[in-house]
């Protein structure tokens, strides 16, 4: 399992190609979601290119880390990722949603090697992998166990269950990542303080502090900038069997990163672009016309 190593411009080569086919796809298919495939991309691709200790031609092989996408919405994403990392072949990226495809509109583990869990109704992945963390402990395997978690999503009662769980059993083999976007699917109209066009669902609240209450160590960081990104994930995976305290990311990201027209928009949680957007959205992202999903 070699450890892949990306340098920064390399990750910004690939996220720009990531996002196009992400929003290509989705047109294509019909149906999909953009704008939190598109905040949580710079993080998907420095953990499976540079830190994930994976092996794409091997992907049910124990000692592997997991991932779990607990924000199961943003599978197109995850896809495109492992399609870039070699787990298949980015031409099958044009089955997405179909009915009889391995890419589901939400990632099923039974279909498609390297999912390693079935996510989708949110609120269930941090305790998913807390599962998997203790499996590690009581298996005396020293794999780390990652989540990806959505801000609207950590509303949901259940992930702070898992959060008093992951504390009390000292699961330092666990780091769960926030894409804190500021955004859900629709959310509340947006107040003076806010940052986009909907209320950040934790206005006025101070996510570190209570993730902190509930003994984890917290680290914050701009989501999008690779030098941040890495030094965090390094610092998180760093722990492995010393700290003893489970570890959270909180990554501040602008949900539709990358592309003019959804940045900072509730309304491009999901969508169909038309085909002057997707010229558009191709020309920002430096995208050849050979390159993709045409449309
Ligand atoms: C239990 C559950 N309730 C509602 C939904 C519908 N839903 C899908 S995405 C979404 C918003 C999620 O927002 P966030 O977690 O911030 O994700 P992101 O901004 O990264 O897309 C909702 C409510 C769901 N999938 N599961
Ligand atoms: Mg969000």
Redesign the pocket.
């Known amino acids: 399992m070699t450890h892949h190593t990306a340098s920064a411009e390399e990750l910004e080569a690939l996220a720009r190609h990531a996002r196009w086919l992400v929003l290509s796809t989705v047109a294509d298919a019909g149906a999909g979601?953009i704008?939190?495939p598109l905040?949580?991309m710079d993080l998907l691709l420095a953990l499976y290119f540079n830190h994930l200790r994976i092996d794409p031609s091997d992907p049910h092989r124990d000692d592997r880390d997991r991932f779990v996408l607990s924000?199961?919405?943003?599978a197109i994403g995850l896809y495109t990722v492992l399609a870039l990392r070699g787990y298949f072949d980015p031409a099958e990226l044009a089955t997405f949603d179909h009915g009889d495809s391995r890419l589901q509109g939400h990632p099923d583990m039974r279909m498609l090697p390297g999912i390693d869990a079935s996510t989708?109704?949110?609120?269930q992945g941090l305790s998913v992998a807390v599962g998997m963390a203790l499996g590690a402990r009581l298996q005396q395997r020293d794999f780390h166990t990652w989540v990806l978690?959505?801000?609207?999503?950590?509303e949901?009662g259940m992930v702070w269950e898992a959060a008093y769980a992951a504390s009390r059993y000292g699961l330092d083999n666990v780091t769960a990542i926030v894409?804190r976007?500021g955004?859900?699917?629709y959310g509340w109209p947006a107040g003076a303080s806010d940052r986009f066009d909907r209320r950040d669902?934790w206005a006025g609240k101070d996510v570190g502090a209570i993730f902190r209450g509930f003994g984890w160590d917290v680290i914050d960081i701009d989501g999008h900038d690779h030098a941040e990104i890495d030094r965090a994930l390094e610092t998180a995976c760093g722990a492995r069997g010393s700290a003893g305290r489970p570890t959270v990311i909180l990554a501040e990201t602008v949900?539709g990163k990358g592309v003019s027209f959804t940045e900072g928009t509730y309304r491009w949680?999901n969508g169909i672009a038309t085909a002057d957007q997707l010229a558009a959205a191709r020309a920002e992202l430096g995208q050849p016309e050979t390159v993709g999903v045409a449309r």
């Open positions: 979601h704008g939190g905040s949580q924000k199961g919405h943003t989708g109704s949110l609120g978690l959505g801000d609207g999503e950590i949901e894409d976007n955004l859900q699917q669902p949900k949680h």
